[in-house]
C-alpha cells in the first residue's frame, strides 16, 4: 500500500526555519506530483505548495511566495517544505499529499485533485 509519512515538525521561534519531509513508500514516487497542504483548527485546509511529477512545474499559495520552498528527491522517495521566516499563523498540521501523473495545473490547489495523504505534522510558530 502506498504510505505518505509526514516529519520534521515542532516548535519554533517567529522568524526562524524549519524543514519538513514526506517520506513516500509503496508508490512510483517519479511518476506522481506532490503538494503540501496546511489546516488551522477550525478552518478549512489549504495548499501551501506542489511539485510536478517533473519538478519544473512548482505552484505556490500566495503567502508561501518568497518564503517557503517546495522540493523533492526522486532517489529518496521524499519531498520537502522548507519553511523560512515563520509567522505565528504560519502554525498548523502540515500535510502532504500525492496524485499520480500531475503536474501542480488545474486543480492543483483542490483537495480532491489528491488521492493519497498523509497523517500531518504540527508545526508550532511562538511568539
Known amino acids: 500500500d502506498a504510505r505518505l509519512q509526514e516529519s520534521g515538525g515542532g516548535l519554533v521561534e517567529a522568524g526562524g526555519s524549519v524543514k519538513l519531509a514526506c517520506r513516500t513508500s509503496?508508490?512510483?514516487?517519479?511518476?506522481?506530483?506532490l503538494s503540501w497542504f496546511r489546516q488551522v483548527q477550525g478552518k478549512e485546509r489549504e495548499v501551501v505548495a506542489c511539485?510536478?511529477?517533473?519538478?519544473?512545474?512548482?505552484e505556490y499559495g500566495d503567502f508561501a511566495l518568497g518564503r517557503f520552498t517546495i522540493s523533492r528527491d526522486d532517489a529518496e522517495d521524499t519531498v520537502y517544505l522548507q519553511m523560512n521566516n515563520l509567522k505565528l499563523e504560519d502554525t498548523a498540521i502540515y500535510f502532504c499529499?500525492?496524485?499520480?501523473?500531475?503536474?501542480?495545473?488545474?486543480?492543483?490547489?483542490?483537495?480532491?485533485?489528491?488521492?493519497?495523504w498523509g497523517q500531518g505534522t504540527q508545526v508550532t510558530v511562538s511568539p
Open positions: 499529499a500525492a496524485a499520480i501523473n500531475f503536474y501542480c495545473t488545474g486543480y492543483w490547489d483542490a483537495i480532491s485533485s489528491y488521492k493519497l
Open positions: 511539485v510536478g511529477a517533473n519538478p519544473r512545474f512548482i
Open positions: 509503496g508508490l512510483t514516487f517519479g511518476h506522481y506530483g
